[in-house]
């Protein structure tokens, strides 16, 4: 088969590769019905981020169940199924306190940007939907394999509750998706920070009721006027760099809280400015695992509609261009159709 | 009257001060019972923190009150009194939302080590005793205007609730106090860091289930074998400094709580270690105002004894010993008397 590797700054190829094989008991092949490009693809894309060599890419996903190891017992061959990014046992300490992303088991995924893909401890990683999803059902499932379930996390580790005024730093696809999850959780006010039109645009229909375009300390100045100087209840970082995590921490109130959900790049935080600040910070890599049944069902009862996140389809042999077009900010979020 | 000043560091003097007055009228004016130094009125006498020339000293205090200002409703001369090192008016939207030491109107008390002192925000940071408490109860008293509140609020930011893991870094009076606190709200374990004997000992009386000695990567590795590898549900980080910080994060399990309540003194934190901590992280100035109803009533009530901490009764007038004799670990904490 052929898949997306990533050989270095700018240069994504779609090349051969060997077809994935069960290797443990508890895998499971999926032949992918659709796969994306994430924002966290950008990093070494852009050169941000060190490589080991060449790298096979892609861990958003969601397929047909091809194949399963001798000690899958959950899910079987033929059923659609939805893993995350981070594999999950779904039994140890960590995943029962819910935080499958940090499994003492976890792998994370790679190689999903592909026809076929091997899935370890696909028991506690897979979630099967009910039955066969239609066609224009694909791109909302596929959101909730990461990209929604990290915007979940970000308005859930960031405590919005009905009624708060929540703020979302970012305007990529992730911070989309947690607008979209601020809303649905009850945000009452739902501060959008961006400067893109048709982003912006997204953004409202998403539940944004604000849009803020001023960035750094006149960003923060602005939050801070429209909240009576006080700040926002619940402060939603997903960009990941110094100025974006700054932001989002002087702008909630004493006793607020920011979360983060974006891998931090070049990130330092001043222990006096935290301390004075009376923020409670959250975040790390999103247990969407924990949120997999709950999200899909949402989908699927079309009560959101995330899957309109995507603002580009293409083939998946064209996958270079999804990369190039999210670079250049022409894109949102590029599917991908093996 | 006389009171303490620090003029550099190591330089404490008692000398003549001019007697305080109303000002505001907001305004107390309070006849100091008792008066205490604190572990932060080390950093400034140690020259770790910068002064602007010679300081009045001190933050910790109860006492009866003298005059009132004309605005002032809530407290009356004659009463018994005890209130927070921070001001605060208990009406602003940080006060409302329960994190008094971040009131817009906030105000550092400094002068307590001193036989009278002047309070702003009289009605919204002074709380008044049911009657004139005996002389024995004045050094527990005394705790929950700083130490005592700042421990309790250790445990609460670290979400202690019963049947937690808790661990204690630091062995100062605020982690004593922290121990004694964690152990009222209902923690099963509660590991103390800490290598002194006399320590070890109080920290035992105040609930410490467990203690280690090890420090850093050692201390680390004994907490986490202590805990299957999973870490402790709530760690209460009371001393501030870049090694206590990062073994109180490196020691929370995932999805866990970690208070810090010193003021951090050269800590920065990597924003992806913070991140696959996947820690809560919560602290900043104690709100004591908040506690100051519930801890006066437990001390009261004899339910707690956090009084103990002060192993140094001495006379105002020789308040430099007291400094002294912390700074040198002679004593936990010295209590003072006008």
New interface residues.
């Given amino acids: 088969m052929k898949g997306t590797m990533l050989y270095g700054p700018g240069d994504v190829r779609f090349e051969e590769l060997d077809m994935p094989e069960i290797v443990e008991p508890t895998d499971a092949i999926i032949r992918v019905s659709v796969t994306c490009v994430c924002g966290s693809d950008l990093w070494p894309f852009r050169g941000l981020q060190p490589m080991n060599g060449p790298t096979p890419m892609g861990h958003e996903y969601c397929g047909v169940v091809e194949e399963v190891g001798k000690d899958v017992t959950s899910v079987k061959p033929g059923q659609f199924v939805i893993g995350s990014f981070a594999t999950s046992d779904n039994h140890c300490?960590?995943c029962t306190?819910?935080?499958h992303?940090?499994c003492?088991q976890r792998e994370f995924i790679t190689r999903a940007q592909a026809p076929y893909l091997r899935v370890p401890l696909a028991d506690g990683t897979l979630v099967p939907t009910p039955e066969m999803p239609s066609e224009d059902m694909m791109p909302g499932l596929l959101t909730t394999s990461d990209v929604l379930g990290t915007g979940w996390y970000a308005a859930d580790a960031a405590n919005v509750k009905p009624g708060v005024t929540a703020v979302v730093v970012g305007d990529g696809a992730v911070g989309l998706m947690a607008t979209l999850s601020a809303k649905q959780m009850g945000a009452e006010r739902i501060i959008v920070m961006s400067r893109n039109p048709a982003r912006q645009a997204l953004a409202r229909e998403f539940g944004a009721t604000d849009i803020v375009e001023e960035r750094g300390d006149e960003g923060v100045a602005r939050i801070l006027d429209m909240t009576?100087?006080?700040g926002a209840d619940s402060v939603l970082e997903c960009v990941?760099t110094?100025q974006s995590?700054q932001q989002a921490i002087r702008t909630t109130?004493?006793?607020?809280y920011t979360s983060?959900v974006g891998?931090?790049?070049?990130?330092?935080?001043?222990?006096?400015e935290?301390?004075?600040?009376?923020?409670?910070?959250?975040?790390?890599?999103a247990p969407v695992r924990k949120y997999l049944p709950e999200l899909i069902k949402l989908v699927l009862d079309e009560v959101i509609d995330p899957g309109k996140v995507f603002d580009l389809v293409l083939p998946l042999e064209q996958v270079a261009e999804g990369y190039k077009a999210m670079d250049e900010r022409r894109a949102i979020k590029a599917l991908l159709r093996p």
């Fill in positions: 300490p960590n306190y819910g935080y992303s940090s003492t009576k100087g006080i990941g110094q995590m109130r004493r006793g607020g983060y891998v931090p790049h070049g990130v330092e935080l001043s222990g006096q935290m301390f004075f600040s009376h923020i409670h910070l959250h975040g790390g890599p």
